[in-house]
């Protein structure tokens, strides 16, 4: 079983900044991807960023120049540090990791419980 644990959300206001963490826990297990998604009120869930084991950052267009996406191979962790933030921004954010388990030989996604960013104007 592999969990991923989020934290640093919070409430600030616009033009201010957070970074949220995520940090994976389990054994026998590789991480491909991990990335941030956010789901606003009634909105579908988005992605954020995305990091690759090798570094690729790839970010949506509404955050490119404010939000940076980092990575601790050795801790099995990322991060993300939002500034500028915008009232926009106001979402939960979910940890993804794309997993491989050594227990059993597959392949699957992992999701965080989810971290709230509130920025009000």
């Known amino acids: 079983q592999v969990q991923l644990v989020e934290s640093g959300g919070g409430l600030v206001q616009a033009g201010g900044s957070l970074r949220l963490s995520c940090a994976a826990s389990?054994?026998?297990?590789?991480?491909?991807?991990m990335g941030w998604y956010r789901q606003a009120l009634g909105k579908q869930r988005e992605l954020v960023a995305v990091?690759?084991?090798?570094?690729?950052?790839r970010y949506a267009d509404s955050v490119k120049g404010r939000f940076t996406i980092s990575r601790d191979n050795a801790r099995d962790t990322i991060y993300l540090h939002m500034s500028s933030l915008k009232p926009e921004d106001t979402a939960t954010y979910y940890c993804?990791?794309?997993?491989?388990?050594?227990?059993?030989?597959?392949?699957?996604?992992?999701w965080g419980q989810g971290t709230q960013v509130t920025v009000s104007s």
């Open positions: 990091i690759s084991n090798g570094d690729t950052k």
């Open positions: 993804n990791a794309e997993i491989y388990s050594y227990i059993g030989d597959r392949k699957f996604d992992a």
């Open positions: 389990g054994r026998l297990f590789a991480i491909n991807d």
